[in-house]
Nanobody, 121 residues
Framework: VQLQASGGGLVQAGGSLRLSCAASGRTFSNSVLGWFRQAPGKEREFVAL????????YVAASVKGRFTISRDNAKNRVYLQLNSLEPEDTAVYYC???????????????WGQGTQVTVSS
C-alpha cells in the first residue's frame, strides 16, 4: 500500500481543514487506515482510525467531538475532518495503514509522507 497525505495548511484558531489520504495498492480495501500526528519535540500521537468496512472507527479523546474520520473505498481515499482547530493541534499529520485495528504506531506498516497543519492563535 502506498499512501499520500494532503490538505494541510495554515489556519486560524477555530477554523477547519480536511485532510485527505490517497492510497494505492490492491490491499487497501482490507486495511485499517489511521491518522497520526507529530508536533515538534513530541512523540507521534494517534489521532483516529477507521476499519476497511467502516464498521469501526475510533477517535482519540484529545480530539473527539472536533475531528471526524471517514473513508471512500471506491476512491481509495481516507479523510480527516478537522474542526474547531486549536494551536495545540499544530503538527505534521500522517496517514498510515495496518492489517488490524490498533492505536499503536508500531502496528502500522505503511506510512504517507505527512502534511503540515499549523494553527495560529
Amino acid at each position: 500500500v502506498q499512501l499520500q497525505a494532503s490538505g494541510g495548511g495554515l489556519v486560524q484558531a477555530g477554523g477547519s481543514l480536511r485532510l485527505s489520504c490517497a492510497a494505492s495498492g490492491r490491499t487497501f480495501s482490507n486495511s485499517v487506515l489511521g491518522w497520526f500526528r507529530q508536533a515538534p519535540g513530541k512523540e507521534r500521537e494517534f489521532v483516529a482510525l477507521i476499519s476497511w468496512n467502516v464498521a469501526q472507527s475510533y477517535v482519540a479523546a484529545s480530539v473527539k467531538g472536533r475531528f471526524t474520520i471517514s473513508r471512500d473505498n471506491a476512491k481509495n481515499r481516507v479523510y480527516l475532518q478537522l474542526n474547531s482547530l486549536e494551536p495545540e493541534d499544530t503538527a505534521v499529520y500522517y496517514c498510515a495503514a495496518a492489517s488490524r485495528i490498533a492505536t499503536a504506531s508500531s502496528v502500522y506498516d505503511y506510512w504517507g509522507q505527512g502534511t503540515q497543519v499549523t494553527v495560529s492563535s
